[in-house]
């Protein structure tokens, strides 16, 4: 413990002798230093925040996911575009940075400092953020108007006139396609009627065919079920007598008697329309027929014929059968009809087949170029309705979030840290000096160093006698350094001065 105190002494005896060297170099590496950091320009930076907000008018459906696509890559490209040398050319003669330009040269050194001193950052989904440095505050805001005034003109006039473009290429591919599907109709017509208008049916040959198999399979399931019903019918007509005995509505029968000729009547056009014997009404009328027929065989006979009367049911049927006749009959003469046409354009494919295959390659061109034509027309609309709502409304809004800031302080370089920084360096360099070139001369500041260094002990050590007059000498030079000191802190306290003012005279 004792040596590193032995140590600290010399040190500090070492400093203190050559304490007006330390106090030089000091003032040497503070001058040299606040001198450098003077001359760092000032960096303000001016921020601001837009965000971008996609409005549709149109309804859904009618605005497709693709043009929510192409607005969203449109405003991509414009802030990778406002950058630009022409972009930025606009942010110089719109700005105090014209002033100092006087000739193209100027212009192309100002667009060049700007690219480097502009950012664009996305934040979020449709937030961007503008950075602009300059070394004025109040020009780095108006920078930053001037980028968002270009942001907005861009976006929109680029994305009308895209629209103009697009409008305009739209229809000259209408136009030329218009063409060739007018010329295809034509083809088309004009083979229908030279080879295919004595044929029935429309479309081609093979379309035709299908058509009439089609219809052939239908008209043969009617068949069927027709054939089945007179079959059903004609078995019902073989179980029903054609006369009933009294049973008719004579003069001299009953009343118990026409209502069982009349509840027959109903059961067997019941039967007739093809109800079951389950059926509710075919139940009903059973219980009717069974309580009619008990009242008519209590009822008393008073007159009429003995050979009877003809049977409704009967006539019921009969008038079905033929009815069922009817549609049979028709649908045989539709079917014969349909065979008639599959075996005539059976015949045209055989005897000519290429005339087949030339009319699907008419029908083939003619089907691709409909849908070409179409599909574009579509898309024409689209656009068509996407620009009038861009025209008449803004699709794409631009909200400014945080407006252009006005620096109160500069970004860059932080000038009271680094004048401090220099004040600390210079003494630190000062004291370092002192104590390096104390550590050069052979000179031994206390009797153990000498100790030491020779090997022999030392007897004794006379003390410094200092004059009244010496005293008084080395009072006034202390009094000289510690005056240097001071002006040293002052003007260290003098330069911040000086930086706070010239932050309150920038902003």
């Keep these: 413990m004792g040596g590193l105190f032995n140590e600290a002494r010399i040190a500090l005896h070492a400093i203190w002798t050559r304490r007006w060297i330390a106090l030089a170099v000091a003032w040497g590496v503070c001058i040299a230093g606040w001198l450098v950091v003077s001359q760092i320009p000032s960096r303000y930076d001016s921020k601001a925040r837009v965000f971008v907000q996609m409005r549709s008018v149109l309804p859904a459906g009618a605005d497709s996911m693709q043009a929510a696509n192409d607005d969203a890559r449109d405003i991509d490209t414009v802030r990778q575009t406002l950058t630009s040398a022409v972009s930025l050319e606009k942010v110089v003669r719109g700005t105090d940075l014209a002033k100092t330009v006087s000739s193209d040269r100027d212009v192309a050194d100002r667009v060049a400092g700007l690219q480097s001193a502009i950012k664009i950052v996305a934040q979020q989904d449709n937030l961007f953020e503008i950075t602009t440095t300059s070394s004025s505050p109040k020009l780095a805001a108006a920078i930053t108007q001037k980028l968002i005034d270009i942001f907005v003109e861009t976006n929109l006039s680029s994305d009308r006139s895209q629209n103009t473009q697009t409008l305009a290429f739209l229809d000259g591919q209408l136009q030329a396609l218009g063409t060739k599907l007018q010329d295809a109709e034509a083809k088309r017509a004009s083979f229908q009627n030279n080879y295919l208008g004595a044929l029935p049916g429309t479309g081609s040959i093979s379309d035709r065919i299908g ?18 019903s007179m079959a059903a019918l004609s078995g019902q007509m073989a179980a029903t007598p054609k006369t009933i005995a009294g049973a008719g509505i004579a003069p001299g029968v009953g009343p118990a008697r026409a209502r069982l000729a009349a509840i027959q009547g109903q059961l067997a056009d ?18 009717q027929l069974a309580q009619a027929q008990a009242a008519a065989r209590g009822e008393p006979l008073t007159g009429g014929s003995d050979g009877g009367v003809a049977n409704p049911a009967y006539s019921s049927l009969q008038a079905m059968m033929t009815d069922k006749g009817s549609t049979v009959a028709a649908l045989q003469a539709r079917k014969q009809q349909l065979q008639g046409d599959l075996d005539q354009l059976n015949a045209k494919l055989a005897g000519d087949p290429a005339v087949a295959a030339e009319q699907g390659e008419i029908d083939r061109n003619y089907d691709v170029l409909k849908g070409q034509y179409d599909q574009l027309l579509a898309q024409r609309e689209q656009v068509s309705l996407r620009s009038q709502a861009q025209t008449q409304t803004d699709a794409v809004k631009f909200s400014v979030i945080d407006p252009p800031t006005v620096p109160r302080t500069p970004t860059a370089p932080n000038r009271p840290l680094l004048l401090t920084g220099v004040l600390v360096a210079g003494l630190i360099a000062g004291v370092g000096a002192a104590l390096a070139l104390g550590q050069l001369q052979g000179t ?38 510690a005056g240097g000191f001071a002006a040293l802190g002052v003007a260290y306290v003098a330069l911040l001065g000086v930086e706070m003012l010239q932050r309150g005279l920038a902003a």
């Design 444 to 481: 031994f500041p206390t009797a153990q160093k000498l100790e030491k260094v020779t090997g022999m002990a030392v007897i004794g050590s006379i003390g410094e006698m200092v004059t009244r007059q010496q005293t008084e000498l080395r009072r006034r030079r202390l009094t000289w350094l």
């Design 211 to 228: 058509a009439a198999r089609t219809q052939m399979s239908q008209v043969d399931g009617d068949l069927a079920a027709a054939q089945s």
């Design 270 to 287: 019941a039967r007739g329309r093809g109800y079951t014997e389950e059926h509710p009404d075919v139940i009903a009328l059973k219980r």
